[in-house]
Structures are given as structure tokens and as C-alpha cells.
């Protein structure tokens, strides 16, 4: 069994700053890529930003120069910190993590709302 598990979301006025966590946990083959993927109300979930075992980054440009994604390879843990916020960040995050044998995990979800 894999457990990714989210930490950090929360309120926040817009302008502000938020830092989100993922750890996994458990028979974890090898992570490949890590990603924070988010889901507004009525709205498809969208990918947000992914990093690579090497630390190769993309970002939807959305969030671009306001949010960076980072990893630690030892500890397993993925963060997305987040700048700038304005209320269109409002969504549930979700961490999504890959393994080398291109099995995918998703997290449970953490809420940011960010208020104008």
C-alpha cells in the first residue's frame, strides 16, 4: 500500500502565501514524477505544476512565477509553495506521485481558498 498524504492548505487573502506538502509512504517501487494537480467547484481537475526525479519542472501558465514546485528524493515529499495568491487559486490540491513502474497515486486533497 502507497499513502500520499497533503498538508498546508488552508485560508488566505489574496496576495498571500500558502506552502503544500506530500509525503508518501509505503511500498513505493521508485518515484518518478510528482505533480499538484487542483479542482475548483464545477470545474475539471487541471495539472498545476510536475517535477521529475532529476528536478525538471513545468508549470501551467497560469501559476507561472508565483508557485515552484520542489522535491526532496530522500525523504519522498513533494511541496508546492505558492505565491501571490488570488481568489481564481481557489480549488481542492491534490498530489499525484508515478512510480517507475508507472503506477500513479493521488492524494486524499487539501483545500486553499484564497479570499479577495
Known amino acids: 500500500q502507497v499513502q500520499l498524504v497533503e498538508s498546508g492548505g488552508g485560508l488566505v487573502q489574496a496576495g498571500g502565501s500558502l506552502r503544500l506538502s506530500c509525503a508518501a509512504s509505503?511500498?513505493?517501487?521508485?518515484?518518478?514524477?510528482m505533480a499538484w494537480y487542483r479542482q475548483a467547484p464545477g470545474k475539471q481537475r487541471e495539472l498545476v505544476a510536475t517535477?521529475?526525479?532529476?528536478?525538471?519542472?513545468n508549470y501551467v501558465d497560469s501559476v507561472k512565477g508565483r508557485f515552484t514546485i520542489s522535491r526532496d528524493n530522500a525523504k519522498n515529499t513533494a511541496s508546492l509553495q505558492m505565491s501571490s495568491l488570488k481568489p481564481e487559486d481557489t480549488a481542492v490540491y491534490y498530489c499525484?506521485?508515478?512510480?517507475?513502474?508507472?503506477?500513479?497515486?493521488w492524494g486524499q486533497g487539501t483545500q486553499v481558498t484564497v479570499s479577495s
Open positions: 517535477i521529475s526525479s532529476v528536478g525538471s519542472t
Open positions: 509505503g511500498s513505493i517501487f521508485g518515484i518518478n514524477d
Open positions: 499525484r506521485v508515478q512510480d517507475f513502474r508507472a503506477r500513479v497515486y
